[in-house]
């Protein structure tokens, strides 16, 4: 006979539910790691490949399943409920996964960075933009539909459709058809900082990592140029800027 504190299906509600929480984590964690290795063994360009067709294969059959042990409707493969929400608070729940990607990665930041130190969690948060950002770029390339060849008009598009254009303030100066500068005008991180009377946050080493691997992945010929991100000192109007240009936008 099989002992109780062995069975998860003997555990009371409580313990059931955080179990549930717990193998979702699981599930969150087993994919990126199928996704590291499968960058590692065959490289980023078909790691993406792969991604999108196991993505769009897992999503549906998991939907299916939770639809039909939770009893909710799905309308062309999404929950119903999700995509009649009224509108106030679909945005709302945009806003709210955005912010908890945002407390993520600066939890993630700071358990390095109280056990091993400042240095550590900086090297690991720069390695990090080097998979993130090429991996944004595709996911919004593909939301979007943009073509390899889509230049600074779709690089503007896509840098509308990041993360942080939910929770942070950002505009674009056009400088002509082949350059113009995204500013980040209020930054949630440096904002919080400057509440609290402290410094920026030296953010420059991973921004250069950051926006130059999301421009070239959304279309190899874009350059990118740091104007200024701290602890450059940066006027009151943004926290950081960055130019990107096209030599020819022509041949696209």
């Not at 313990?15 to 984590?25: G, Q």
């Not at 549906?60 to 939770?70: E, H, M, N, P, T």
């Not at 459709?161 to 500013?183: A, K, T, W």
């Not at 410094?199 to 104007?227: N, Q």
Request: hydrophobic share 40%; proline share 3%.
């Amino acid at each position: 006979m099989k002992d109780k504190n062995c069975d998860p299906l003997s555990l009371d509600k409580t313990l059931k539910a955080r179990l549930i929480v717990d193998m979702l984590t699981r599930i969150v964690v087993h994919y990126g790691f199928w996704f590291t290795e499968v960058r590692h063994q065959m490289g980023m360009e078909k790691a993406l490949e792969v991604l999108e067709k196991a993505t769009k294969k897992s999503v549906s059959i998991g939907l299916k399943r939770f639809a039909d042990v939770l009893d909710f409707e799905l309308e062309d493969g999404l929950p119903k409920a999700l995509v009649q929400m009224e509108e106030e608070k679909i945005d709302a729940l945009m806003g709210a996964v955005a912010k908890n990607w945002l407390v993520n990665d600066g939890v993630w930041f700071q358990s390095v960075e109280f056990d091993n130190g400042m240095n550590d969690a900086k090297r690991c948060n720069d390695s990090c933009w080097t998979q993130f950002s090429p991996y944004e770029a595709f996911a919004i390339k593909k939301f979007l539909k943009l073509d390899d060849n889509c230049g600074l008009e779709g690089l503007k598009k896509a840098l509308y459709f990041r993360m942080y254009s939910l929770i942070n303030e950002q505009s674009i100066v056009d400088e002509g058809p082949q350059s113009f500068v995204f500013q980040m005008n209020d930054c949630r991180v440096q904002s919080a900082r400057k509440r609290k009377k402290l410094d920026d946050y030296p953010c420059k080493s991973a921004g250069l990592v950051e926006y130059e691997y999301f421009a070239r992945s959304i279309d190899k010929r874009i350059k990118t140029e740091c104007i200024g991100c701290p602890p450059d000192e940066h006027p009151k109007e943004w926290f950081c800027a960055w130019r990107f240009s096209i030599n020819n936008q022509s041949n696209g």
